[in-house]
């Protein structure tokens, strides 16, 4: 069973920094993409940050050139590294990827994590 489980979230102060973690369990034959997003109390979900399979990365303007997504390809975990970290990026972040366990399958399977908690206040 594929499962992404997050971790790292919790209470920082504006100028602060986190980073959360994700981990992906289970037999990955291949990775197209792994991301996150957030979710803010009364918003939609919207994308945070992105890695595509050939490396490239994608951020959000909000968190652009403060936040960094990274990869471990050999400890199957998924990185989010916040800097400089303002109140209204408070939200519960998600890990999201599709990701492939038959290799005979053409296309990945989308999977969410349950998501994890970032409250910036002072």
């Known amino acids: 069973q594929v499962q992404l489980v997050e971790s790292g979230g919790g209470l920082v102060q504006p100028g602060g920094s986190l980073r959360l973690s994700c981990a992906v369990s289970?037999?990955?034959?291949?990775?197209?993409?792994m991301g996150w997003y957030r979710q803010a109390p009364g918003k939609q979900r919207e994308l945070v940050a992105l890695?595509?399979?050939?490396?490239?990365?994608k951020y959000s303007d909000s968190v652009k050139g403060r936040f960094t997504i990274s990869i471990d390809n050999a400890k199957n975990t998924a990185y989010l590294q916040m800097n400089s970290l303002k109140p209204e990026d408070t939200a519960v972040y998600y890990c999201?990827?599709?990701?492939?366990?038959?290799?005979?399958?053409?296309?990945?399977?989308?999977?969410w994590g349950k998501g994890t908690l970032v409250t910036v206040s002072s």
């Open positions: 289970g037999v990955i034959a291949r990775t197209d993409t």
């Open positions: 999201n990827g599709d990701l492939l366990e038959d290799p005979e399958e053409p296309y990945g399977v989308n999977y």
């Open positions: 890695v595509v399979s050939g490396g490239s990365k």
